[in-house]
């Protein structure tokens, strides 16, 4: 899989947690990417160079005279890891945004079961939030600084997102118009028929969005920010799981968020760690939005309430293990991360506006 950061990195190191730092790059909203690849029990980590060598550039069927990025290269080896450009339909992309106390092994483990349990292709957003090897209260606040001090960063992921999902497509339609030339090299009607008829057929995947606990205090913190361009149509779905972000006036910046189908927000009363998260700031911190079941006041938000379902208790990451061996936990996640419409099996609550399972 695929790692975009704003974590210092080693391009020396390749085991994960010595690969990547827990203190952001110095210098203005840097990011570097990696390629990640399980190796039996560990991870092998390949930092990935800002310039692909001519070497990479061969491995993914680019000119080794030209210069590229490497976003250019991840592109390629998602079009090949994901079956698009070929004769199958392919799996579709979800950026995952972790939450607070995360070291690399932690986030990369939870990514490939998401890869597991939901078959996506995942890529990662990964910023510093190990607690700066501090524990407790001190974990907690250090954590949300550096989510603050990640806003701009992650609003440079947005935008290489969507230049590799740019990228994606006209390789898509690449291979699509090399089939056409393939049947129908010398009729010029059938060609266009064809090509036109398997381009309206469907889209060749979805592009989504999860955004886990205090990943969703950095998207707020981002669609506030002077930074943030506001008119990027990138994700099919936003999954907001467990947010660590106050419930109170969670419609001002919600309501903000583009999505082309659906935006989820889901809810746990008795999430654990939500409810202890609250304890750690004291009374400045207020009713968490993905363990409160009141003033779910957003006009574009779908609410979706996990709480008292089998399996799920005071789970924080109820899109994972034990959670999942309730089928209605399962299919909704499945849905929604795949882009579709998740909420027709749930019964609605209109008097709390909320989707129950």
């Not at 501090?134 to 603050?148: C, F, N, P, W």
């Amino acid at each position: 899989m695929y790692i975009v950061t704003n974590r210092t990195v080693d391009e020396s190191k390749h085991s994960e947690n010595e690969a990547f730092g827990s203190k952001p790059i110095e210098g203005p909203n840097e990011l570097r990417l990696a390629e990640a690849t399980r190796r039996g029990n560990r991870w092998h980590i390949d930092i990935l160079p800002d310039q692909i060598t001519p070497k990479m550039a061969r491995s993914v069927d680019l000119n080794p005279d030209n210069t590229y990025p490497a976003s250019a290269y991840v592109a390629r080896k998602l079009i090949e890891k994901s079956g698009h450009g070929a004769q199958k339909s392919g799996r579709n992309l979800l950026l995952f945004v972790h939450g607070y106390n995360n070291d690399m092994t932690d986030v990369l483990d939870r990514a490939e079961r998401l890869e597991q349990n939901y078959g996506v292709e995942v890529i990662v957003f990964s910023w510093p939030a190990n607690g700066g090897g501090l524990h407790g209260v001190l974990s907690y606040k250090s954590d949300k600084r550096d989510a603050l001090a990640s806003v701009g960063a992650f609003n440079r992921v947005l935008e290489k997102l969507e230049v590799l999902v740019s990228d994606f497509h006209a390789q898509y339609v690449m291979d699509l118009e090399a089939r056409a030339e393939a049947r129908f090299a010398d009729n010029a009607a059938a060609w266009d028929r064809y090509f036109a008829k398997e381009v309206e057929k469907h889209c060749p995947f979805t592009v989504n969005l999860m955004l886990h606990s205090m990943g969703n205090y950095l998207y707020k913190h981002l669609l506030g920010s002077s930074v943030y361009s506001g008119d990027r149509l990138l994700f099919d779905n936003v999954v907001m799981v467990a947010a660590d972000t106050n419930n109170e006036n969670h419609a001002e910046w919600v309501d903000r968020i583009p999505y082309r189908n659906r935006l989820y927000i889901t809810i746990n009363e008795n999430d654990g760690a939500l409810k202890a998260s609250r304890l750690k700031m004291g009374e400045q911190q207020k009713a968490r939005l993905g363990h409160y079941l009141r003033r779910l006041d957003s006009r574009v938000a779908t609410y979706i309430d996990v709480t008292s379902q089998p399996h799920v208790g005071d789970s924080h990451a109820y899109f994972e293990e034990s959670p999942l061996k309730n089928a209605k936990v399962l299919d909704f996640f499945k849905a929604s991360l795949n882009g579709k419409v998740a909420e027709k099996p749930t019964r609605y609550d209109p008097s709390r506006n909320v989707h129950r399972l």
